[in-house]
């Protein structure tokens, strides 16, 4: 299963992006999709989760409904839309794919390139 996350880059406080993961080589509906975030010199944390069926989603409490994480079982993809960014979002971005619905990163076999999310004035 390969991953591959886009849609990172700068943006001002109070703005949003919208990250894509393109998931190939593996049964995309039967995977749990995940989103989390490293800043250098702490553990990389959770963002959000999305059921295989698209039913369930769960997130982090600093989201705060800011971030929706979606996905397309037709188009392979897992959509993750931040909106009200703050500089602590600054972050590399990574999406995981599993078989499990489950927060802790332990639980992702598979994982994306990363993608940097940097919110500045």
């Known amino acids: 299963v390969q991953l591959q996350a886009s849609g990172g880059g700068l943006v001002q406080p109070g703005g949003s992006l919208r990250l894509s993961c393109a998931v190939s080589?593996?049964?995309?509906?039967?995977?749990?999709m995940a989103w989390f975030r490293h800043v250098p010199g702490k553990e990389r944390e959770f963002v959000a989760i999305?059921?295989?069926?698209?039913?369930?989603?769960t997130y982090a409490p600093f989201v705060k409904g800011r971030f929706k994480i979606a996905r397309d079982n037709a188009k392979n993809t897992a959509t993750l839309q931040m909106n009200n960014l703050k500089s602590e979002d600054t972050a590399v971005y990574y999406c995981a794919a599993g078989r499990r619905y489950l927060t802790g990163q332990n639980a992702y076999p598979y994982w994306g390139q990363g993608t940097q999310v940097t919110v500045s004035s």
């Open positions: 080589g593996g049964t995309f509906n039967q995977l749990t």
């Open positions: 999305i059921s295989w069926t698209g039913d369930s989603e």
